[in-house]
T-cell receptor, first 111, second 112 residues
Framework: EADIYQTPRYLVIGTGKKITLECSQT?????MYWYQQDPGMELHLIHY???????EKGDLSSESTVSRIRTEHFPLTLESARPSHTSQYLC??????????FGPGTRLLVL | KQEVTQIPAALSVPEGENLVLNCSFT??????LQWFRQDPGKGLTSLLL?????REQTSGRLNASLDKSSGRSTLYIAASQPGDSATYLC???????????FGAGTQVVVTP
């Protein structure tokens, strides 16, 4: 079992609040990813990172931002949450050419 | 733009039957194809990874085939069990860096 963690698992928050979703992995993987998944729909890549100080936007436009100051840590931040941000957010990591390992996800509900 | 389709969207079978899950993709220029399992409210668990040069991969009761030229992959699960109930997702690796394009998944229910 891969060691990748996400907190919180569930979050209910009001519109306009700033939130940070945490993602950490203990495998020393250089590559990390954030996906967004709505119920019954495919995963969409919203951010990825090659390594420390590297961040790129994914295929799906997102108002969130990410940072990669340490290899093991890849937090995602929403400066001002809106109901349209309600979704499940999945973090993953991988080595070069290897399969991606996923965390358990964060279910976000913005009221 | 690569599109990945999984049909059917949902499937229900009695315990003991073999499961056949289909995945199709529009652009055959892929690096690999992966099958994942997702349980309700949880993340994804990797099941099998097939490199573009391979035709199939096997792990226990699971067997996945890849026909890159026709843009198809099939996941076979032999002698299904209630514990196999989950959503199964396929994803293709579309560039050398590692970006994946996912299908929407097939939700499987195995009834006792």
């Amino acid at each position: 079992e891969a060691d990748i963690y996400q907190t919180p698992r569930y979050l209910v928050i009001g519109t306009g609040k700033k939130i940070t979703l945490e993602c950490s992995q203990t495998m020393g993987h250089d590559k990390m990813y954030w996906y967004q998944q709505d119920p019954g729909m495919e995963l969409h890549l919203i951010h990825y990172s090659y390594g420390v100080n590297s961040t790129e936007k994914g295929d799906l436009s997102s108002e969130s931002t990410v940072s990669r100051i340490r290899t093991e840590h890849f937090p995602l931040t929403l400066e001002s949450a809106r109901p349209s941000h309600t979704s499940q957010y999945l973090c993953a990591s991988s080595e070069m050419y290897e399969t991606q390992y996923f965390g358990p996800g964060t279910r976000l509900l913005v009221l | 733009k690569q599109e990945v389709t999984q049909i059917p969207a949902a499937l229900s079978v009695p315990e003991g039957e073999n499961l056949v899950l289909n995945c199709s993709f529009t652009d055959s220029a892929i690096y690999n194809l992966q099958w994942f399992r997702q349980d309700p409210g949880k993340g994804l668990t990797s099941l099998l990874l097939i490199q573009s040069s391979q035709r199939e991969q096997t792990s226990g009761r699971l067997n996945a085939s890849l026909d890159k030229s026709s843009g198809r992959s099939t996941l076979y699960i032999a002698a299904s069990q209630p514990g196999d109930s989950a959503t199964y997702l396929c994803a293709v690796k579309t560039d050398s860096w590692g970006k994946l394009q996912f299908g929407a998944g097939t939700q499987v229910v195995v009834t006792p």
